[in-house]
């Protein structure tokens, strides 16, 4: 009998470590050795010592953190490759989530787990898309874990945004977008649907892009928002962090549509509360249905669920007989869509005026 | 394709916090889509179209069936609406191949469709919509689409959209019925006008201009007719064989909203005046006539406690006859005639006021201190009536606003364009704290009166002084003086200051003024007035 996965995988204030390989899955905080599944910097930490990760990943590590912090030792390992560490086989799979994201595939004497780190399983012409890897334990993330998310076809939200440029062809269209992957993403779903034109990049963005780009990601002919240029700015698309979007850099550009691409702006009330005049619902993160389709995929008789709301996702796979646990784990979700925006009521600080 | 297509409009009408955007999406609806479901759309945005057949629990029930409670239940306490929850969380049906219903099969059907049938037929529905169509199809069967749109906002566009003038499309508006098919091919130059005959129908308003001191040395006082400004809202009185209405400015119909206006109009005639709550033939404050606004269901009590009037100042038709080529002289005549003659109910003259000179009338206008009054108006005694703000025919001059200098305390950005601008303020002003101190108390909340360059500072330094923070409201430190101005003050039981300012707006930025020494809450008390002026001082 093969032992569970809970005899050599544990929860630890770091993060996952697998006990017999001696190596932690993306802790929050530095340690000896690290496998990371991807770039985003609530998975990929700096101070490590010694890092595992994709080629790519370890390439979006160096440019976002610098040289010294990526790791002292990287390790390249590519999908498919197996690696020995004390006893445990190490394999990475593709994720689907950003460029170089990946599955952690950890197997030990018999037995599997799959740590999937971030995925999805929509189409996304930037990165492989996820795998899936049979296993007993698999280890998944819960952000959209609502049976309210369900992402509609990221082509369709593409042209929502192109139909409103030709409805306002004199207003710039901001898209707030996070800098790593969806960014990217955006662009080449634009391109896809046939818009040519240079496209605008808050500063935030251009050195991902550029990355992007250095990896094999042709993105076409981008551009620096100079928000000083207002007339030059005019019917075009600028893309910028979503923090950018709603404050004073907006501002400046010629009767800004706002508009933001997250799962979020799946619920109206959350969009409106944000003052998003335009929500695209274009998500990197697995939808109710990718996440329940994969985890019957998989195959696994347990579940063990990272962060985001495993309280629906636990209930859900109870009604079909697959034993789900929270791990309650602690940094996660805090890029990219990271925790559902709460933004509070108005507090009626004050009483107001009559109005006519 | 209907419904989504109208779906695809609601979600960015609902998101859309400009009313030129807002124009342009009406008109890219009007531009594209078919009849009759471009017209069944328009009715449905500014609600003329609203069903009954479908009960929310109708809703509650199909869902139920179709999803897990404990997921349900969850979905509701994340999302918030009830609606929205089910127009997401509703399962995709594999196989369904049927197109989406067009608006006006869904109008047709939940007309005809018995009652057991519904769930099955609106469960159908949302088999075929997606998530954004489903929300459009809850809401729009259960009614409250609450978008925004207003009649007068379609009637712009639809002027926008064909190039007519909105005046016509107003005047017929009220004689045409959803899909309006016939308003449509009008519009497009395929038919005539059509023709309200008997139906009671909303004709534009003549509107005044403001007097600057520049048009006060050009007046000659025997050319001029002067009215009270009295501070209630304008309305236009239709009756006749086909019916009765009340309009608001906008031409819309607010006849609920006042029955015991609607039965006292016991006449055939158009008539224009300001709709006030008068007691004893005395007005009170715009406050108390706020009481009556935007109630859905008027009940006895408030009838009682909030009486509504009609001060008469114009006569359009009396009976089928059109006065509204007359001069004013004439029609105030005829109006005298009409008034002393049928003496309707809740419904007075309003009084001419008597003046030798110009001098004389801007003597009177600043005398005139009650809260229920907001100046003078000046009529060309040989003016028709026309629609529209025709300039030089009808003056409007306003009393100087009133003014304090109060102490920023809240902040909260606006919206639209300047979303992200703190361009809202709330204000006070000093009062004793029962502890030998003085505090500050909020006595009003301003959004307008600053230039873009004072909005550009203020949003500055209330970032660079914000003390604490409730979701989007700043609390900033007490130590900016802004002089707001405002119309009149009066007596509000809401307000923690007792007091409600009639629309306050930033004069300037005092940064030469200590906060301390800003004024006090006495000090705007004393412009609170409580009594209208009788009668006959008004005739003086
Ligand atoms: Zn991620």
Same mark, same amino acid.
Request: aromatic residues 8%; charged residues 25%; hydrophobic residues 45%.
């Given at each position: 009998?093969?032992?569970?996965?809970?005899?050599?995988?544990?929860?630890?204030?770091?993060?996952?470590?697998?006990?017999?390989?001696?190596?932690?899955?993306?802790?929050?905080?530095?340690?000896?050795?690290?496998?990371?599944?991807?770039?985003?910097?609530?998975?990929?930490?700096?101070?490590?010592?010694?890092?595992?990760?994709?080629?790519?990943?370890?390439?979006?590590?160096?440019?976002?953190?610098?040289?010294?912090?990526?790791?002292?030792?990287?390790?390249?390992?590519?999908?498919?490759?197996?690696?020995?560490?004390?006893?445990?086989?190490?394999?990475?799979?593709?994720?689907?989530?950003?460029?170089?994201?990946?599955?952690?595939?950890?197997?030990?004497?018999?037995?599997?787990?799959?740590?999937?780190?971030?995925?999805?399983?929509?189409?996304?012409?930037?990165?492989?898309?996820?795998?899936?890897?049979?296993?007993?334990?698999?280890?998944?993330?819960?952000?959209?874990?609502?049976?309210?998310?369900?992402?509609?076809?990221?082509?369709?939200?593409?042209?929502?945004?192109?139909?409103?440029?030709?409805?306002?062809?004199?207003?710039?269209?901001?898209?707030?977008?996070?800098?790593?992957?969806?960014?990217?993403?955006?662009?080449?779903?634009?391109?896809?649907?046939?818009?040519?034109?240079?496209?605008?990049?808050?500063?935030?963005?251009?050195?991902?892009?550029?990355?992007?780009?250095?990896?094999?990601?042709?993105?076409?002919?981008?551009?620096?928002?100079?928000?000083?240029?207002?007339?030059?700015?005019?019917? $075009?698309?600028? &893309?910028?962090?979503?923090?950018?979007?709603?404050?004073?850099? /907006?501002?400046?550009? !010629? %009767? @800004?549509?706002? #508009?933001?691409?997250?799962?979020?702006?799946?619920?109206?009330?959350?969009?409106?509360?944000?003052?998003?005049?335009?929500?695209?619902?274009?998500?990197?993160?697995?939808?109710?249905?990718?996440?329940?389709?994969?985890?019957?995929?998989?195959?696994?008789?347990?579940?063990?669920?990272?962060?985001?709301?495993?309280?629906?996702?636990?209930?859900?796979?109870?009604?079909?007989?697959?034993?789900?646990? $929270?791990?309650? &784990?602690?940094?996660?979700?805090?890029?990219?869509?990271?925790? /559902?925006?709460?933004? !509070? %009521? @108005?507090?009626? #600080?004050?009483?107001?005026?009559?109005?006519? | 394709?209907?419904?989504?297509?109208?779906?695809?409009?609601?979600?960015?009408?609902?998101?859309?916090?400009?009313?030129?955007?807002?124009?342009?999406?009406?008109?890219?609806?009007?531009?594209?889509?078919?009849?009759?479901?471009?017209?069944?759309?328009?009715?449905?945005?500014?609600?003329?179209?609203?069903?009954?057949?479908?009960?929310?629990?109708?809703?509650?029930?199909?869902?139920?069936?179709?999803?897990?409670?404990?997921?349900?239940?969850?979905?509701?306490?994340?999302?918030?609406?009830?609606?929205?929850?089910?127009?997401?969380?509703?399962?995709?049906?594999?196989?369904?191949?049927?197109?989406?219903?067009?608006?006006?099969?869904?109008?047709?059907?939940?007309?005809?469709?018995?009652?057991?049938?519904?769930?099955?037929?609106?469960?159908?529905?949302?088999?075929?919509?997606?998530?954004?169509?489903?929300?459009?199809?809850?809401?729009?069967?259960?009614?409250?689409?609450?978008?925004?749109?207003?009649?007068?906002?379609?009637?712009?566009?639809?002027?926008?959209?064909?190039?007519?003038?909105?005046?016509?499309?107003?005047?017929?508006?009220?004689?045409?019925?959803?899909?309006?098919?016939?308003?449509?091919?009008?519009?497009?130059?395929?038919?005539?006008?059509?023709?309200?005959?008997?139906?009671?129908?909303?004709?534009?308003?003549?509107?005044?201009?403001?007097?600057?001191?520049?048009?006060?040395?050009?007046?000659?006082?025997?050319?001029?007719?002067?009215?009270?400004?009295?501070?209630?809202?304008?309305?236009?009185?239709?009756?006749?064989?086909?019916?009765?209405?009340?309009?608001?400015?906008?031409?819309?119909?607010?006849?609920?909203?006042?029955?015991?206006?609607?039965?006292?109009?016991?006449?055939?005639?158009?008539?224009?005046?300001?709709?006030?709550?008068?007691?004893?033939?005395?007005?009170?404050?715009?406050?108390?006539?706020?009481?009556?606004?935007?109630?859905?269901?008027?009940?006895?009590?408030?009838?009682?406690?909030?009486?509504?009037?009609?001060?008469?100042?114009?006569?359009?038709?009396?009976?089928?006859?059109?006065?509204?080529?007359?001069?004013?002289?004439?029609?105030?005549?005829?109006?005298?005639?009409?008034?002393?003659?049928?003496?309707?109910?809740?419904?007075?003259?309003?009084?001419?006021?008597?003046?030798?000179?110009?001098?004389?009338?801007?003597?009177?206008?600043?005398?005139?201190?009650?809260?229920?009054?907001?100046?003078?108006?000046?009529?060309?005694?040989?003016?028709?009536?026309?629609?529209?703000?025709?300039?030089?025919?009808?003056?409007?001059?306003?009393?100087?606003?009133?003014?304090?200098?109060?102490?920023?305390?809240?902040?909260?950005?606006?919206?639209?364009?300047?979303?992200?601008?703190?361009?809202?303020?709330?204000?006070?002003?000093?009062?004793?704290?029962?502890?030998?101190?003085?505090?500050?108390?909020?006595?009003?909340?301003?959004?307008?009166?600053?230039?873009?360059?004072?909005?550009?500072?203020?949003?500055?330094?209330?970032?660079?002084?914000?003390?604490?923070?409730?979701?989007?409201?700043?609390?900033?430190?007490?130590?900016?003086?802004?002089?707001?101005?405002?119309?009149?003050?009066?007596?509000?039981?809401?307000?923690?200051?007792?007091?409600?300012?009639?629309?306050?707006?930033?004069?300037?930025?005092?940064?030469?003024?200590?906060?301390?020494?800003?004024?006090?809450?006495?000090?705007?008390?004393?412009?609170?007035?409580?009594?209208?002026?009788?009668?006959?001082?008004?005739?003086?």
């Amino acid at each position: 009998m093969p032992p569970h996965p809970e005899s050599w995988l544990r929860v630890t204030p770091q993060g996952l470590y697998c006990e017999p390989g001696g190596f932690f899955i993306d802790p929050v905080r530095p340690v000896g050795r690290a496998v990371i599944t991807h770039g985003h910097a609530d998975h990929a930490r700096p101070g490590h010592d010694a890092v595992l990760a994709t080629p790519e990943t370890l390439a979006i590590m160096r440019a976002r953190m610098g040289e010294g912090a990526a790791g002292a030792a990287q390790q390249p390992i590519r999908p498919g490759e197996v690696l020995e560490q004390g006893g445990v086989a190490i394999r990475l799979a593709p994720a689907g989530h950003v460029l170089g994201s990946a599955q952690v595939v950890l197997d030990w004497q018999g037995s599997r787990a799959v740590i999937s780190g971030d995925y999805k399983r929509q189409r996304d012409p930037t990165c492989a898309p996820f795998e899936p890897v049979p296993c007993d334990v698999f280890v998944t993330e819960a952000t959209f874990a609502l049976p309210v998310f369900r992402h509609p076809p990221p082509e369709a939200e593409v042209a929502k945004l192109l139909k409103s440029l030709a409805l306002f062809p004199e207003r710039t269209h901001v898209v707030g977008c996070y800098a790593l992957g969806k960014c990217q993403r955006l662009i080449r779903l634009l391109r896809e649907a046939g818009w040519d034109a240079q496209i605008h990049l808050h500063g935030a963005l251009a050195s991902l892009c550029r990355l992007y780009e250095e990896l094999g990601v042709a993105l076409g002919p981008l551009a620096p928002a100079t928000v000083a240029n207002k007339a030059a700015l005019k019917g $075009a698309i600028v &893309l910028a962090p979503p923090s950018a979007v709603q404050d004073r850099w /907006a501002r400046r550009l !010629a %009767e @800004p549509v706002v #508009a933001v691409a997250s799962g979020w702006m799946r619920v109206r009330q959350r969009a409106k509360m944000r003052g998003v005049e335009l929500p695209l619902v274009i998500s990197d993160h697995a939808d109710w249905d990718e996440l329940n389709r994969t985890i019957d995929e998989v195959g696994a008789p347990e579940v063990w669920v990272t962060h985001g709301r495993d309280d629906a996702l636990v209930h859900a796979l109870a009604l079909r007989g697959i034993r789900g646990r $929270a791990l309650h &784990l602690v940094g996660l979700g805090e890029e990219d869509e990271g925790p /559902a925006p709460e933004v !509070a %009521e @108005p507090a009626s #600080a004050a009483e107001g005026g009559v109005q006519a | 394709m209907s419904v989504p297509a109208f779906a695809a409009l609601l979600e960015r009408l609902v998101f859309t916090p400009g009313r030129n955007a807002k124009l342009a999406l009406l008109r890219d609806w009007f531009a594209t889509q078919p009849d009759p479901d471009r017209g069944v759309g328009l009715a449905a945005l500014t609600e003329e179209l609203v069903f009954t057949a479908a009960k929310p629990s109708l809703i509650r029930d199909l869902v139920a069936a179709r999803t897990d409670p404990v997921l349900l239940a969850l979905s509701h306490d994340y999302v918030g609406d009830f609606a929205e929850t089910v127009a997401l969380i509703w399962p995709v049906r594999a196989g369904v191949n049927t197109p989406p219903p067009a608006l006006s099969e869904v109008v047709e059907a939940l007309e005809l469709t018995p009652k057991p049938e519904l769930p099955a037929l609106i469960g159908g529905w949302l088999d075929t919509l997606d998530s954004s169509g489903r929300l459009a199809l809850i809401k729009l069967i259960t009614g409250g689409l609450r978008v925004g749109v207003s009649g007068r906002l379609a009637r712009v566009a639809l002027s926008e959209w064909s190039g007519k003038p909105v005046e016509e499309i107003e005047e017929v508006w009220h004689g045409v019925a959803p899909p309006y098919l016939a308003l449509f091919r009008w519009l497009e130059g395929n038919a005539d006008k059509p023709d309200p005959r008997e139906a009671p129908v909303f004709r534009p308003l003549m509107l005044a201009h403001p007097l600057e001191d520049a048009d006060v040395a050009a007046l000659r006082p025997e050319e001029w007719r002067a009215e009270w400004k009295w501070d209630g809202i304008r309305v236009q009185l239709t009756a006749g064989p086909g019916g009765r209405r009340l309009w608001s400015r906008g031409g819309e119909d607010i006849t609920n909203a006042f029955p015991e206006i609607a039965e006292a109009m016991e006449f055939h005639a158009v008539l224009d005046g300001e709709l006030l709550v008068i007691r004893d033939g005395v007005v009170a404050p715009f406050a108390e006539l706020q009481q009556r606004l935007n109630r859905k269901a008027v009940t006895p009590r408030m009838m009682r406690d909030f009486p509504a009037g009609v001060r008469l100042y114009d006569l359009l038709f009396e009976g089928g006859e059109d006065l509204r080529p007359l001069p004013f002289d004439a029609r105030r005549a005829r109006l005298e005639d009409w008034v002393a003659r049928i003496a309707p109910a809740r419904m007075d003259l309003s009084p001419q006021i008597a003046f030798g000179s110009v001098a004389q009338l801007a003597e009177i206008r600043d005398g005139a201190r009650a809260a229920s009054i907001e100046g003078l108006m000046l009529k060309r005694a040989d003016s028709p009536y026309a629609a529209g703000r025709q300039k030089g025919l009808w003056w409007k001059w306003k009393r100087d606003p009133l003014s304090i200098d109060a102490v920023l305390m809240y902040a909260q950005r606006g919206h639209g364009k300047r979303s992200s601008f703190y361009s809202d303020y709330t204000f006070g002003l000093w009062r004793p704290d029962g502890e030998g101190g003085e505090e500050l108390v909020p006595v009003g909340k301003a959004y307008s009166g600053y230039t873009d360059e004072e909005l550009a500072w203020l949003d500055r330094w209330i970032r660079n002084h914000t003390t604490g923070r409730f979701g989007p409201v700043r609390e900033v430190e007490k130590s900016l003086v802004l002089e707001v101005i405002f119309d009149a003050a009066q007596l509000s039981s809401r307000h923690k200051s007792g007091v409600a300012l009639r629309f306050p707006r930033i004069a300037r930025i005092r940064t030469d003024k200590p906060a301390s020494e800003a004024d006090r809450l006495d000090n705007l008390m004393s412009y609170v007035e409580r009594r209208a002026p009788a009668e006959e001082d008004a005739a003086g």
